[in-house]
Structure formats: structure tokens, C-alpha cells
């Protein structure tokens, strides 16, 4: 089993980019398809992207679409997730998972996947 640990977060005004890393331990990393979530302050965690295997198969959820992009690295066990137009609504602990089931249109934060990271703050302030 992996482990993941994210990186990039930070304070940035709206209508910048940043990027997100999730680096994963281990030999497995392209066994598993990745995804990112999120979770503001008093809401519940929300789906933000998921990339298959290879990379073939992207998925995201209508709210940041053409906003954000994943993609991933295998030969460096590394998932990205690129985040352009920032809002202070993107504002939120941002979350990776590793999961062997892909979950096509349907990936829930209440599923079970197999490895979440520990989570990294994204501000931004408006």
C-alpha cells in the first residue's frame, strides 16, 4: 500500500494558479487510480478530480471544470492537480486519495478508497 503526502498549498489571491502535488511511497503507484478532494471550513469534503492508472481517463465535477487539470507522473509516483482561476470558494484542505477501483462519474468522499494523504491548506483570499 502507498502512502501520500501532499505539497503546494498555500495563500494566493483570486484569479492565480497554483499547483498541487501528492507524492506516494512505495512500488504500487501505477496500480492505483488518484484523485483529489476538498474541504472547507464547515462543509463537507467534495470531489475535485481523478485520473486513471495511465492517465488515460480524466473526471471532474462541473464546479471546476476548465479550471483545474490533474495529471501524473508514475515515473516519479507523483499526482499534480493545476489549479488556474482560483476563486475564494476553491478555499479548502485539499485532500489525495489513491483507489484500485476507478469510480467513473461517482467518486464520493463517503466511498471507500484505499489511501487518503494528510491533507494541504489552499487560501484564497479575494
Known amino acids: 500500500q502507498v502512502q501520500l503526502v501532499e505539497s503546494g498549498g498555500g495563500l494566493v489571491q483570486a484569479g492565480d494558479s497554483l499547483r498541487l502535488s501528492c507524492a506516494a511511497s512505495?512500488?504500487?503507484?501505477?496500480?492505483?487510480?488518484m484523485g483529489w478532494f476538498r474541504q472547507a471550513p464547515g462543509k463537507e469534503r467534495e470531489f475535485v478530480a481523478a485520473?486513471?492508472?495511465?492517465?488515460?481517463?480524466?473526471y471532474y465535477p462541473d464546479s471546476v471544470k476548465g479550471r483545474f487539470t490533474i495529471s501524473r507522473d508514475n515515473a516519479k509516483n507523483t499526482v499534480y492537480l493545476q489549479m488556474n482561476s482560483l476563486k475564494s470558494e476553491d478555499t479548502a484542505v485539499y485532500y489525495c486519495?489513491?483507489?484500485?477501483?476507478?469510480?467513473?462519474?461517482?467518486?464520493?468522499?463517503?466511498?471507500?478508497?484505499?489511501?487518503w494523504g494528510q491533507g494541504t491548506q489552499v487560501t484564497v483570499s479575494s
Open positions: 485520473i486513471s492508472r495511465i492517465g488515460r481517463t480524466t
Open positions: 486519495v489513491a483507489s484500485i477501483r476507478w469510480y467513473g462519474s461517482s467518486w464520493s468522499p463517503g466511498a471507500e478508497y484505499d489511501v
Open positions: 512505495g512500488r504500487a503507484f501505477s496500480s492505483y487510480n
